[in-house]
């Protein structure tokens, strides 16, 4: 079935290969791990190609099933994608529509989460690309992509050795604690996630993080 499914992302209707890459992200999602190391070595490369298709929907579409696929990925197999696949999402979060952009960092991040800390040497300039998404898309429409963002800084940061994120420690807590003291609606997705990365973030410094406390407690407080 999959050399079927593998053909059908080069299909000329969009629609088909938007459904080809659904069929390989609830594949990957229904029998991860086994898929994954059965089929990955031909998976992968595809999905990869597949990031560049013209058509935003089919190309953001394909970031979600690299997510899934990522989630029962080994290290061994993806960490030889990471060159090949980085600048990809990069570019997607940088010059993407919204859902490019929403969905591509969420698999930027799944992608460096698997290769754990071999991930140290991308560490610095992953985050200072993210941390310029987050200067550069202020509007209301990208809301959703700035909480996805908060996410996937903290879950990279998660990754990799406790030395290496203690180099942007300082930076990436500011422009957290800038997020949580701008006015931010209720329904603001940013709320929620801002919750969630300080969790993995105390996790990670443990009692380094008490010094801090000070200034990010009360804002959380006033939003319970």
Request: proline fraction near 6%; include cysteine; charged fraction near 20%.
């Amino acid at each position: 079935m999959m050399p079927a499914v593998l053909e059908h992302l080069k299909h000329p209707n969009p629609k088909v290969r938007h459904a080809s890459l659904h069929c390989i992200g609830q594949i990957s999602d229904d029998m991860t791990e086994d898929f994954q190391e059965e089929y990955g070595a031909e998976v992968l490369p595809a999905l990869i190609a597949a990031l560049n298709d013209p058509v935003p929907r089919v190309s953001a579409h394909c970031c979600s099933a690299i997510t899934n696929f990522m989630d029962g990925a080994s290290e061994e197999l993806v960490e030889p994608h990471m060159q090949t696949i980085s600048p990809i999402l990069a570019g997607l979060m940088k010059t993407g529509i919204s859902i490019q952009k929403e969905n591509s960092v969420t698999a930027f991040a799944s992608t460096a989460v698997v290769v754990k800390e071999k991930f140290n040497e991308h560490f610095g300039e992953s985050i200072d690309l993210l941390l310029e998404c987050l200067n550069e898309n202020q509007g209301p429409q990208y809301q959703q992509f700035r909480a996805q963002t908060i996410e996937a800084v903290t879950l990279i940061c998660s990754g990799v050795s406790e030395e290496i994120f203690a180099t942007k420690a300082p930076v990436i807590i500011q422009a957290m604690l800038f997020i949580q003291k701008s006015n931010m609606d209720d329904n603001d997705p940013q709320r929620s996630y801002l919750l969630s990365a300080w969790q993995r973030i105390c996790l990670i410094m443990k009692k380094d993080f008490a010094p801090y406390l000070t200034e990010i407690l009360p804002p959380i407080l006033s939003m319970a």
